[in-house]
Each structure stands twice: as structure tokens, then as C-alpha cells.
């Protein structure tokens, strides 16, 4: 089993916590909440763009090196890392947009009767 970290994972990763970022830090919450909905998604776009250059840069600048194609070429890698980031946003978005704001789910079932 191969456990190296993943320019897709770390993508991911990235994308999973700019979701949770933007719901639950106290005042990022609030100014994202007050924007209009085009607003929103053009941040949230930005944000993952900017965390795929950020992935792409450090694999192609050595200082984190994840094997990627670097130059021209790496323009598919590049695009492959946004979808990547995008995916695991809008899952995790989906998944805590209807959670009551603060409240987390219970991961352990309750014993009490």
C-alpha cells in the first residue's frame, strides 16, 4: 500500500477546508454570509484557483515535489487539481450547509436509552 500524499489529496484537503472556513470562522462567516450568492461563488472559485497554484507551485518549485508535470504541460495537471478542490468543496458544502450554524453532528451513537 502506497501512502504517499497525493497532489489530488492534498487538493481535496484543501477544498474541504476552505468549505468548513467559510461556515464556521467567526467573522469570515459573517462578511461570506452577507455577500450575494454570485459574490459567493466567485470567492469560493478564487479561493480553490488559488490553493491549485498554490499545490501546482510547490511541486513544480521543489518545495514540496508530488511529481507533477511542470511548465505548459502542467496546464491539465493544473486544471485536474481545481476539479479536485472543487469536488471536495461542494461535498463538504452540501453536506453542512443544512447543519444549524455552530452545530456538529454526533459521530458516536448515544448509549443513553
Known sequence: ???AITAEFLAGLAGLILSLAFR???KLKDWYAAQPAQTKALVMAASLAVAAVAI???SCTGL????LVCGWG???EL???FIAALVANQGTFGIVKNWPNGARPSLIAS???
Do not use: D, K
Not at 514540496?64 to 511529481?67: Q, T
Open 1 to 3: 500500500m502506497n501512502s
Open 24 to 26: 464556521y470562522i467567526p
Open 56 to 58: 501546482y507551485g510547490a
Open 64 to 67: 514540496y515535489p508530488l511529481g
Open 74 to 76: 502542467g496546464v491539465a
Open 79 to 81: 486544471f485536474r487539481l
Open 111 to 113: 448509549s443513553a436509552p
